[in-house]
Nanobody
Framework: QLQLVESGGGLVQPGGSLRLSCAAS??????????VGWFRQAPGKEREGVSA????????NYADSVKGRFTISRDNAKSTVYLQMNSLKPEDTAVYYC??????????????????WGQGTQVTVSS
């Protein structure tokens, strides 16, 4: 089974930056066929899709709320996907999860489409 581990969360001031990492382990033989998405869930709110990258890295998708501020990328040699988050706002505060699904094309941001999930990493944006 494909296992995912997030890292890089923390406390940052508004306007600051963080880079999240999502590393795959276990059955990584299918990693290069997997699209990977980042999702977040704030207290009292539903989980929402933030960004996703295709298996090749050529196709990306962003939620409107993060366009121009967040950048997703992947390094298949390291079985890792990154989420660079710039110009962070208090409303970006949430637990961030990475998730994976096998498939081609530009991946969507519906959490129900992703069967493999990490445990999450907390991001807090506060002064």
């Amino acid at each position: 089974q494909l296992q995912l581990v997030e890292s890089g969360g923390g406390l940052v001031q508004p306007g600051g930056s963080l880079r999240l990492s999502c590393a795959a382990s276990g059955y990584t033989w299918n990693w290069k066929s997997a699209a990977v998405g980042w999702f977040r869930q704030a207290p009292g709110k539903e989980r929402e899709g933030v960004s996703a990258v295709s298996h090749s890295g050529d196709g990306v998708n962003y939620a409107d709320s993060v366009k121009g501020r967040f950048t997703i990328s992947r390094d298949n040699a390291k079985s890792t996907v990154y989420l660079q988050m710039n110009s962070l706002k208090p409303e970006d505060t949430a637990v961030y999860y990475c998730a994976a699904k096998i498939g081609s094309g530009i991946p969507g941001l519906k959490s129900d489409d992703y069967p493999y999930w990490g445990q999450g990493t907390q991001v807090t944006v506060s002064s």
